[in-house]
């Protein structure tokens, strides 16, 4: 069974920095694609980051600037860097995994909760 685990989250302060990591084992198929998502409650869950294995990068518009996407898919390890962190990124973030080949669901993590408060 495909295991993905998050690591790195907890409180932290307005305006502070927390580094958040993820690691995928156990799938059959190569990813190609790795990233985070995150959802406040009540909200949707909405993208974050996400990394190609060519090291293409996007980011969600609320997090540009101030939020940064690293990694090996290789190695099926992604890293997300949060700086300048707000009150409004308070939110469960979840590592997301997509495999080389199509027809394979995504591979999701429990998620991770990320609080900033003062």
């Known amino acids: 069974q495909v295991q993905v685990v998050e690591s790195g989250g907890g409180l932290v302060q307005p305006g502070g920095s927390m580094k958040l990591s993820c690691v995928v084992s156990r799938h059959r198929f190569g990813l190609n694609i790795m990233g985070w998502y995150r959802q406040a409650l009540g909200k949707p869950r909405e993208l974050v980051a996400t990394m190609t294995r060519a090291g293409y990068t996007t980011f969600g518009d609320s997090v540009k600037n101030r939020f940064g996407i690293s990694g090996d898919i290789y190695k099926n390890t992604v890293y997300l860097q949060m700086n300048s962190l707000k009150p409004e990124d308070t939110a469960v973030y979840y590592c997301?995994?997509?495999?080389?080949?199509?027809?394979?669901?995504?591979?999701w993590g429990r998620g991770i909760q990320v609080t900033v408060a003062s």
């Open positions: 997301n995994a997509r495999a080389t080949i199509k027809s394979v669901p995504d591979y």
